[in-house]
């Protein structure tokens, strides 16, 4: 059993920064692909940003790219979600998520095994 707690969600301007920790349990967090999902009210879940388990791999959505950065500390069992430039847009729920499974990036929601519980941000015009 893996438990993924998020945390640094919270109210900002448009154009602010706000930086998502995601604390995992267990010890072969090292092994682990990891993601970054995002949902918005009356909308589906959506890929954000994922992270392989050495750092060598990344992906962002289209929508992130270049305002986002994914990275991870193995030593301290978390990854993070640097976010910059945030616009009204980004508002939404998000949650980080694990593949226990497989230790490479994956931008399908379906690839992961365990979610966190989210962390809501919100983001004024």
């Known amino acids: 059993q893996v438990q993924l707690v998020e945390s640094g969600g919270g109210l900002v301007q448009a154009g602010d920064s706000l930086r998502l920790s995601c604390l995992a349990s267990g010890r072969t967090f090292s092994t682990y692909g990891m993601g970054w999902f995002r949902q918005a009210p009356g909308k589906e879940r959506e890929f954000v940003a994922t992270?392989?388990?050495?750092?060598?791999?990344?992906a962002y959505a289209d929508s992130v790219k270049g305002r986002f950065t994914i990275s991870r500390d193995n030593a301290k069992n978390t990854v993070y979600l640097q976010m910059n430039t945030l616009k009204p847009e980004d508002t939404a729920i998000y949650y980080c998520a694990a593949r226990v499974y497989g230790g490479s990036a994956s931008s399908t929601w379906s690839a992961y095994n365990y979610w966190g519980q989210g962390t809501q941000v919100t983001v004024s015009s």
């Open positions: 992270i392989s388990w050495s750092s060598s791999n990344t």
